[in-house]
């Protein structure tokens, strides 16, 4: 049984950074993406970013020039370096694999909480 396991997350002041990883434990192989939701009180889970195994990427508009995704595939590890973070992005933020061939699955991590105090 693959599980993702998130680490960084933590108490910041408004412009300051954070980075979050991901990393798997045990055999992953076929991951199409790798990416970054989260969820604060009373809203929808949000994508923040994505990457592909080929690595391209994609940001939600508030998180665009802000955060930038990255991975390491030999590692199937994924981190997410989060810049100028602003009390709104509060949330817990949870790592999401896609993976597989013929039959696509999703793996999501336990999250990590981020609080941004203003």
């Known amino acids: 049984q693959v599980q993702l396991v998130e680490s960084g997350g933590g108490l910041v002041q408004a412009g300051g950074s954070l980075r979050l990883s991901c990393a798997a434990s045990?055999?992953?192989?076929?991951?199409?993406?790798m990416g970054w939701y989260r969820q604060a009180p009373g809203k929808q889970r949000e994508l923040v970013a994505i990457?592909?195994?080929?690595?391209?990427?994609n940001y939600a508009d508030s998180a665009r020039g802000r955060f930038t995704i990255s991975s390491d595939n030999a590692k199937n590890t994924v981190y997410l370096q989060m810049n100028s973070l602003k009390p709104e992005d509060t949330a817990v933020y949870y790592c999401?694999?896609?993976?597989?061939?013929?039959?696509?699955?999703?793996?999501w991590g336990q999250g990590t909480q981020v609080t941004v105090s203003s």
């Open positions: 045990g055999r992953i192989s076929s991951i199409n993406t």
């Open positions: 999401n694999y896609n993976v597989g061939r013929l039959l696509l699955y999703d793996i």
């Open positions: 990457i592909t195994s080929g690595g391209s990427t």
